[in-house]
T-cell receptor, first 114, second 113 residues
Framework: AQKVTQAQTEISVVEKEDVTLDCVYE???????LFWYKQPPSGELVFLIR??????QNEISGRYSWNFQKSTSSFNFTITASQVVDSAVYFC???????????FGKGTRLHILP | DARVTQTPRHKVTEMGQEVTMRCQPI?????VFWYRQTMMQGLELLAY????????DSGMPKDRFSAEMPDATLATLKIQPSEPRDSAVYFC???????????FGPGTRLTVL
C-alpha cells in the first residue's frame, strides 16, 4: 500500500533561517513519482516539483531544494533563507507511474516569523 | 493561462439541502479528480474520472454523494442530503493522461449548518 508521512505537523522559524520539511514514503512499486505542493493562506494548491524514482539527483530551484534518497524512502524539501511569503502548508505526495491517483501526506504547516 | 475553475467558491447551506459543486477542467485534460480537505483528515481523494468515465469513487460516501461528468468541460459533485460533517473545502483537479501531474482549482468552501 502507498503511504506518505510528514511527521512535522507544524514548524515555526524566524525569517532568513533555513528550514527542512521531511517526507517519508512507502510504496511497493519500483517506479513512482514524488511531488511537493504548496498551499498558501489563500487556499489554492500550487505544484512545486515532481521527481521520478529513476532520478535521485537533488534539485535546486532558487531558494528551494529537494533531497531524494531511495535508500531511506525520503524526499525532503529545504527552503534556504526563508521569507514570510513562504508561510504555507506544504504537502508531499506520491503516485505510481501509470496510475492517475496521487496520495498526499497530511501536510506540514510552516510559519515564517518576521 | 489555463486554469481549473470551480463554482461556487463558497457555499453555506442548511442540513438536509442538496449541494452541487461544479468544476471546469483545463481544456484537453482527460483526468478529473475530486478531493475533500478537512483539518482532521487532510486531503482525501473522493472520486476520479478518465475520459469522462468514473474510475474510482471508493473514497466517496455512496449514499449521499455522487460525481458525474456530463461532458468533457464539466464535472459535478453533488451531496444530497448534506450534513454538517460534510463541511470542508472541496477541490477539483485535472491532468493529462499519464502525465501524473494534477492542476488544482481554487476549491469550494462548503459549510453545512
Amino acid at each position: 500500500a502507498q503511504k506518505v508521512t510528514q511527521a512535522q505537523t507544524e514548524i515555526s522559524v524566524v525569517e532568513k533561517e533555513d528550514v527542512t520539511l521531511d517526507c517519508v514514503y512507502e510504496t511497493r512499486d519500483t517506479t513512482y513519482y514524488l511531488f511537493w505542493y504548496k498551499q498558501p493562506p489563500s487556499g489554492e494548491l500550487v505544484f512545486l516539483i515532481r521527481r521520478n524514482s529513476f532520478d535521485e539527483q537533488n534539485e535546486i530551484s532558487g531558494r528551494y531544494s529537494w533531497n531524494f534518497q531511495k535508500s531511506t524512502s525520503s524526499f525532503n524539501f529545504t527552503i534556504t533563507a526563508s521569507q514570510v511569503v513562504d508561510s504555507a502548508v506544504y504537502f508531499c505526495a506520491l503516485s505510481e507511474i501509470g496510475d492517475d491517483k496521487i496520495i498526499f501526506g497530511k501536510g506540514t504547516r510552516l510559519h515564517i516569523l518576521p | 493561462d489555463a486554469r481549473v475553475t470551480q463554482t461556487p467558491r463558497h457555499k453555506v447551506t442548511e442540513m438536509g439541502q442538496e449541494v452541487t459543486m461544479r468544476c471546469q477542467p483545463i481544456l484537453g485534460h482527460n483526468t478529473v479528480f475530486w478531493y475533500r480537505q478537512t483539518m482532521m483528515q487532510g486531503l482525501e481523494l473522493l472520486a476520479y474520472f478518465r475520459n469522462r468515465a468514473p474510475l474510482d469513487d471508493s473514497g466517496m460516501p455512496k449514499d449521499r454523494f455522487s460525481a458525474e461528468m456530463p461532458d468533457a468541460t464539466l464535472a459535478t459533485l453533488k451531496i444530497q442530503p448534506s450534513e454538517p460533517r460534510d463541511s470542508a473545502v472541496y477541490f477539483c483537479a485535472s491532468g493529462a493522461i499519464r502525465s501524473d501531474e494534477q492542476f488544482f482549482g481554487p476549491g469550494t468552501r462548503l459549510t453545512v449548518l
